[in-house]
Protein backbone atom coordinates (compact mmCIF):
# COMPACT_ATOMS: atom_id res chain seq x y z
CA UNK A 1 0.00 0.00 0.00
CA UNK A 2 1.31 3.37 -1.17
CA UNK A 3 0.13 6.31 0.99
CA UNK A 4 0.44 10.25 0.38
CA UNK A 5 -0.93 13.00 2.29
CA UNK A 6 -2.65 10.01 4.73
CA UNK A 7 -4.31 8.94 1.66
CA UNK A 8 -3.88 5.56 0.08
CA UNK A 9 -2.91 6.32 -3.65
CA UNK A 10 -1.87 2.82 -4.96
CA UNK A 11 -2.08 -0.90 -4.27
CA UNK A 12 0.74 -2.69 -5.30
CA UNK A 13 1.12 -6.76 -5.60
CA UNK A 14 4.25 -8.35 -4.91
CA UNK A 15 6.01 -11.33 -6.22
CA UNK A 16 8.40 -13.74 -4.23
CA UNK A 17 12.08 -13.10 -5.07
CA UNK A 18 13.89 -15.03 -2.60
CA UNK A 19 13.32 -16.16 0.84
CA UNK A 20 11.86 -13.92 3.30
CA UNK A 21 12.08 -11.39 0.18
CA UNK A 22 9.31 -9.68 -1.92
CA UNK A 23 9.21 -7.22 -4.66
CA UNK A 24 7.43 -4.80 -6.52
CA UNK A 25 7.43 -1.41 -8.31
CA UNK A 26 5.11 1.48 -7.49
CA UNK A 27 5.43 5.07 -9.93
CA UNK A 28 4.64 8.04 -8.16
CA UNK A 29 4.19 10.84 -9.65
CA UNK A 30 4.58 14.09 -6.89
CA UNK A 31 7.53 15.11 -4.54
CA UNK A 32 7.01 14.88 -1.09
CA UNK A 33 6.51 12.08 1.46
CA UNK A 34 5.24 8.87 1.36
CA UNK A 35 4.53 5.78 3.46
CA UNK A 36 4.98 2.27 2.01
CA UNK A 37 3.19 -0.33 3.90
CA UNK A 38 3.72 -3.96 3.13
CA UNK A 39 2.20 -6.94 4.39
CA UNK A 40 3.23 -10.29 3.33
CA UNK A 41 1.92 -13.62 3.91
CA UNK A 42 3.48 -17.18 2.60
CA UNK A 43 0.48 -19.87 2.77
CA UNK A 44 2.62 -22.90 2.74
CA UNK A 45 4.21 -21.62 6.06
CA UNK A 46 2.20 -19.26 7.30
CA UNK A 47 4.62 -16.76 7.63
CA UNK A 48 3.65 -13.40 8.30
CA UNK A 49 4.98 -9.99 8.07
CA UNK A 50 4.09 -6.26 8.02
CA UNK A 51 6.85 -3.48 7.65
CA UNK A 52 6.39 0.16 7.17
CA UNK A 53 8.81 2.82 5.92
CA UNK A 54 8.31 6.11 5.30
CA UNK A 55 10.47 7.73 1.91
CA UNK A 56 10.61 10.84 0.58
CA UNK A 57 10.60 12.00 -3.25
CA UNK A 58 12.51 14.83 -3.96
Do not use: C, H, W
Amino acid sequence: MVKYNGNIIDTVPLSFSSPSTFKGQAAVSEKGDYELIVYAFDPQTGNTGVDKVRVSVN
